[in-house]
C-alpha cells in the first residue's frame, strides 16, 4: 500500500524517521494502532520533568512519539473527519509551554467549527465544564476501561450521568473567543486517581494525567 499523506504529517505502512513537531520521532506504524507493553507516561506533580516525561516532543530520532495504553486499538478517532493541521507542532502538542509557564495538559486537533465530535470508546458522562476555555465548554468522559477524557472546546446537550457508545456523535467543536480558532483539545487519563480533572502541578490537572499523542493515529 502506497504511503499517504494527510495534513501537515505523512503516515507511512513501514516505521520510518521523519522531522515531526518541535525535535525529531519515529513515525509509528498506520494505518491503525496496535496493542503494545508500552507505559503511558504519568505526568503527576510540578516535580516532573516536561522533557524527560512526556513523548510528544522526543529528544531524538530513536525516542517514541507517542505511548499508546494496550486497548487503544479499540478506540475510534474522536472527530468526524481528519484533523487539519499536525498535532505535533504549533504548541498544539502536550506538554508544550504556554505563556503563563503552565504546560499543556491535552493536544488539539485543529478542524473546521461544527465538526462532530466522536465518542472514542463506550462510558458515562461524569462532568460537562461550562466556560473550559474562551466561551467553549468540555466534556468529561469516564469509559468503561476506567480511563477518563475530556473533549473540550466543544458544545454538547449532553450532561453528567449520560451513558455513551463508541462512535456516538457527543457534541460539536465551536470556535474559541480567545483567537478565533476551532478545535478539540483532548486529554487523557488514566483513571489511577479520583475526583477533578483540575489540580496543580506544572499542568493544573489531576495526577493520572497521560499523554493523549496516540490519539491522532486512530482510525
Given at each position: 500500500?502506497?504511503?499517504?499523506?494527510?495534513?501537515?504529517?505523512?503516515?507511512?505502512?513501514?516505521?520510518?524517521?521523519i522531522?515531526?513537531?518541535?525535535?525529531?520521532?519515529?513515525?509509528?506504524?498506520m494505518?491503525?494502532?496496535?496493542?503494545v507493553a508500552?507505559?503511558?507516561?504519568?505526568?503527576?506533580t510540578a516535580?516532573?520533568?516536561?522533557?524527560?516525561?512526556h513523548?510528544?516532543?522526543?529528544t531524538?530520532?530513536?525516542?517514541?512519539i507517542?505511548?499508546?495504553?494496550?486497548?487503544?486499538?479499540?478506540?475510534?478517532?474522536p472527530?468526524a473527519?481528519?484533523?487539519?493541521a499536525?498535532?505535533?507542532?504549533g504548541g498544539?502538542?502536550f506538554?508544550?509551554?504556554r505563556?503563563?509557564g503552565?504546560l499543556?495538559?491535552?493536544m488539539?486537533?485543529i478542524?473546521?467549527s461544527g465538526?462532530s465530535?466522536?465518542?472514542m470508546?463506550?462510558?458515562?458522562?461524569?462532568?460537562?465544564?461550562?466556560?473550559f476555555?474562551?466561551?467553549?465548554d468540555?466534556l468529561i468522559?469516564?469509559?468503561?476501561?476506567?480511563?477518563?477524557?475530556?473533549y473540550?472546546?466543544?458544545?454538547?446537550?449532553?450532561?453528567?450521568?449520560?451513558?455513551?457508545?463508541?462512535?456516538?456523535r457527543?457534541?460539536t467543536?465551536?470556535?474559541?473567543?480567545?483567537?478565533?480558532s476551532s478545535?478539540?483539545?483532548?486529554?487523557?487519563?488514566?483513571g489511577?486517581?479520583?475526583?477533578?480533572?483540575?489540580?496543580g502541578?506544572d499542568?493544573?490537572?489531576?495526577?493520572?494525567?497521560?499523554s493523549?499523542m496516540?490519539?491522532?493515529?486512530?482510525?
Amino acid at each position: 500500500m502506497a504511503a499517504r499523506k494527510h495534513g501537515d504529517g505523512v503516515w507511512v505502512n513501514n516505521p520510518s524517521t521523519i522531522d515531526w513537531g518541535p525535535t525529531k520521532g519515529a513515525l509509528m506504524a498506520m494505518p491503525t494502532i496496535k496493542p503494545v507493553a508500552a507505559t503511558i507516561v504519568v505526568i503527576g506533580t510540578a516535580s516532573a520533568d516536561p522533557v524527560s516525561n512526556h513523548t510528544s516532543s522526543p529528544t531524538n530520532e530513536s525516542s517514541i512519539i507517542a505511548s499508546s495504553p494496550a486497548n487503544s486499538h479499540d478506540y475510534a478517532y474522536p472527530l468526524a473527519s481528519r484533523h487539519t493541521a499536525d498535532p505535533n507542532t504549533g504548541g498544539r502538542y502536550f506538554g508544550a509551554v504556554r505563556s503563563n509557564g503552565r504546560l499543556h495538559a491535552g493536544m488539539d486537533l485543529i478542524t473546521p467549527s461544527g465538526t462532530s465530535v466522536i465518542a472514542m470508546t463506550d462510558g458515562n458522562v461524569i462532568d460537562y465544564n461550562v466556560g473550559f476555555y474562551a466561551g467553549t465548554d468540555a466534556l468529561i468522559v469516564q469509559n468503561n476501561d476506567g480511563s477518563v477524557v475530556v473533549y473540550g472546546e466543544i458544545r454538547s446537550d449532553l450532561r453528567s450521568g449520560a451513558p455513551i457508545v463508541r462512535g456516538q456523535r457527543i457534541g460539536t467543536v465551536i470556535s474559541n473567543n480567545s483567537s478565533g480558532s476551532s478545535m478539540l483539545h483532548i486529554e487523557y487519563y488514566t483513571g489511577s486517581a479520583s475526583g477533578s480533572v483540575f489540580g496543580g502541578g506544572d499542568y493544573k490537572r489531576r495526577s493520572d494525567l497521560a499523554s493523549p499523542m496516540f490519539i491522532q493515529y486512530l482510525e
